[in-house]
């Protein structure tokens, strides 16, 4: 923008107008400058003002002319079409941007050289240290696990610290900036903070070296009573109602409010914390907690609902808060929960009671972990059947709240993938390996600091077996959709893989599911150099999630010669004819399952409450106001539909092996 010194006439109309400046030659304008709009402000070191053209309509229709009232400006560049008023202290060291609102606030400024909340590190999982993360505007949840959990490998974890700092010391400046169209109003302190295009911050109590990653397509909101320290917060998201968070990372699209209050930790992707309290949490994509009384620490998670007063300790009274523990992704907290860390906990399972036990369940996934007498007895595979489970993995996509087309996480929401079925192997090998070394007969195997009863363990290989065969017929059938083979050769020919990465051990790297020979790569190559800014990290990251299903192939063609005793290389249509049947079963057989255990929200005891004043009819009809009738009931009417295009689904790929087996049989 072209700027020009003030005529003697403006300076003089700034003078009547109550206007100081330490030095005028300092105080540049532009073209379309006008001074009526500009009345009690003082001007100190170099100041740069735009244009005031623009008239902003507040909520309930006031009028504000855009112009400067009421505020001292230092060093400070204001772009065209600013309203900037009653700043009570001043403003110091800012570039202002277009459009932007700013009035009643404190104090605004920049102190010395910032990073702005870059460079911070976290003392995440342990809180007296060495699992630090450094936090950056770029931060992904799966470089954050690597770099917290990838301790073993100390020149990777320097490597990290170097490209995070090189990251922060180039985005330093001395000068603080707000974007186009951001709103700032009713503030305390705001020092050392960067804020991006179409903020809002309203009624925040103090903002201190920071970075608010806000943008036209994901708009960030700072509400009333916040307090942040140390921070980042990325674009999309909503911290209001008191929250307070100190050395913080905020992913995209998180809710934190009603008093939240956080430190040293780091939410990723669709968070939400209210009420509660978070210490050195890792909190992986979807990590939702909502209730006063509920207490995380030292704990990863992703994909986790905390209940109501759900609790961890960390210390056991010896050498201080050095333990942590792992809730796998979708695990779930029921009420008053407790676990003494260290612990870790299988996908997709379920914690009710208190656990002291120090439990590791992370290869019997989907279960549950139920405390009685003080024992923790463990009930594997029975959340595969659980019509809450479904649900949750169908409502996790919906409620990704991520507007912005630049995503930092890479989010995969399978219940089934390898990472959840090589579990699975391992757990039917456990249970297996119990009974034999037990006895068949015995009434309790102990397990890890478990107990599982005999029923429950036969049980578990059953929900194993029939999920292994969802998972692997499922992936079969994708295989081999929409082609007309002649023959087993050519259906050999289309099952064998495109590549070879994908063998071996899947992880869960915070919501990214990959093969570990590709993370290893990628750790290699950071320790090596060839990969050393964040954008190429979070290249990779992206490069492994967008070729998912290509290595889940690669891997689940493996499996087949394992599970079903069939070489892929000698595979026949009537051995794809009897994988499908056996899906069929499986498919089925489960969706019945959570048929029925849906169907238990809908009986009798469930109604209790209802019909308040009434019989039992009228009980039934006020439930069925309320919560609907079961047959047309929308995840019902789901898992029938469900059951009838998974029929036809495997019926159309039996056919076509029919004429495959009919033509080799000519």
């Known amino acids: 923008m072209e700027y020009r010194l003030l005529t003697e006439n403006e300076q003089n109309q700034l003078l009547a107008q109550k206007c100081s400046a330490e030095d005028w030659s300092q105080v540049w304008v532009s073209e379309e400058f006008r001074p009526e709009y500009v009345q009690e402000v003082n ?42 008023a009653h700043v009570q202290n001043y403003i110091a060291n800012y570039d202002i941007s277009h459009h932007c609102y700013v009035e009643n606030v404190d104090v605004l400024m920049v102190e010395g050289l910032s990073c702005f909340g870059n460079g911070v590190e976290v003392a995440v999982l342990n809180e007296t240290g060495g699992r630090e993360v450094t936090i950056s505007d770029k931060l992904s949840a799966h470089q954050a696990y690597i770099m917290a959990l990838y301790r073993h490998r100390p020149e ?92 913080c990372f905020v992913g995209q699209a998180c809710k934190l409010g009603h008093n ?17 309290e978070a210490c050195a949490i890792f909190a992986g994509p979807f990590t939702v907690t909502h209730h006063k009384s509920t207490l995380l620490i030292a704990g990863m998670f992703s994909f986790m609902n905390a209940g109501s007063g759900s609790n961890q300790s960390n210390h056991m009274y010896k050498l201080g808060p050095i333990h942590q523990g792992t809730l796998e992704r979708g695990a779930k907290t029921t009420s008053d929960s407790y676990v003494l860390w260290p612990a870790r906990v299988g996908a997709f399972s379920l914690v009710m009671g208190r656990h002291t036990g120090h439990a590791d369940t992370s290869n019997l996934p989907f279960s549950y972990l139920i405390e009685q007498n ?32 630049n995503k930092l996480d890479f989010i995969n929401y399978n219940l089934l993938s390898p990472y959840t079925v090589q579990k699975m192997f391992k757990g039917i090998e456990i249970l297996q390996n119990l009974s034999k070394a037990s006895g068949e007969l015995s009434d309790v195997y102990s397990y ?59 992880v869960d790297i915070s919501g990214l599911i990959a093969p570990k020979s590709e993370i290893d790569a990628l750790v290699d190559g950071i320790e090596q150099g060839s990969i050393n800014r964040l954008k190429y990290i979070n290249a990779e990251f992206e490069r492994m999630h967008l070729n998912y299903y290509t290595y889940e192939w690669t891997w689940a063609y493996e499996k087949l010669e394992q599970f079903y005793g069939i070489s892929p290389e000698t595979i026949t249509a ?19 399952m959570v048929y029925e255990d849906a169907k238990k929200e809908f009986s009798l005891a469930s109604m209790t409450g209802f019909g308040a004043d009434g019989s039992r009819l009228e009980k039934e009809l006020d439930f069925e106001q309320v919560r609907g009738d079961f047959e047309s009931n929308p995840f019902v009417t789901a898992v029938l539909r469900h059951i009838e295009t998974k029929s036809a689904l495997g019926d159309e790929l039996i056919a076509r092996m029919h004429k495959v087996i009919a033509h080799s049989g000519e």
Not at 196 to 218: F, K, M, P, W
Not at 451 to 461: A, E, F, Q, T, Y
Not at 574 to 592: F, H, M, P, T
Request: glycine share 12%; aromatic share 8%.
């Open 574 to 592: 009537a051995d794809i004819v009897r994988i499908v049947e056996q899906w069929k079963e499986a498919v089925i057989g489960l969706d019945k």
């Open 448 to 506: 890890h600091s478990t107990k599982i009863r005999n029923s429950s363990l036969k049980k578990g290989i059953g929900f194993y077996r029939t999920a292994i065969h969802k998972f692997l017929g499922n992936s079969v059938i994708k295989r081999l959709e929409g082609i007309d083979f002649q023959s087993d050769e050519e259906i050999r020919a289309r099952l064998r893989p495109d590549t070879i990465i994908g063998k071996g051990e899947w």
């Open 374 to 405: 003080n024992t923790t007895y463990l009930v594997p595979g029975v959340n595969l059947r659980s019509v809450g489970t479904i649900r949750d993995a169908q409502k996790w996509p919906k409620r990704d709240g991520r507007t912005d087309s």
């Open 260 to 276: 939240y209050s956080a430190g040293d930790s780091l939410f990723f992707s669709n968070c939400q914390g209210e009420n509660g």
């Open 43 to 84: 001007f100190s070191g170099t100041v740069k003002i735009g244009a005031m053209n623009h008239i902003f309509t507040l909520p309930g229709g006031l009028k504000r002319h855009a112009g400067l009232r009421q505020v001292t400006l230092h060093n400070v560049t204001v772009g065209d079409d600013c309203y900037i």
């Open 156 to 247: 990777l974890t320097a490597r990290m610290k170097e490209i995070a700092d090189y990251y922060s010391h180039k985005h330093a400046s001395d000068r603080g900036s707000l974007g186009c169209y951001v709103t700032l109003t009713n503030t305390g302190m705001v020092k050392n903070v960067r804020i991006g295009d179409y903020a809002t911050v309203s009624g925040a109590c103090r903002l201190n070296n920071g970075s608010i990653n806000s943008s036209q397509e994901a708009p960030v909101f700072i509400g009333h009573g916040v307090i942040c320290d140390d921070f980042i917060i990325s674009s999309g998201s909503h911290v209001d109602d008191g929250a307070m968070l100190t050395r």
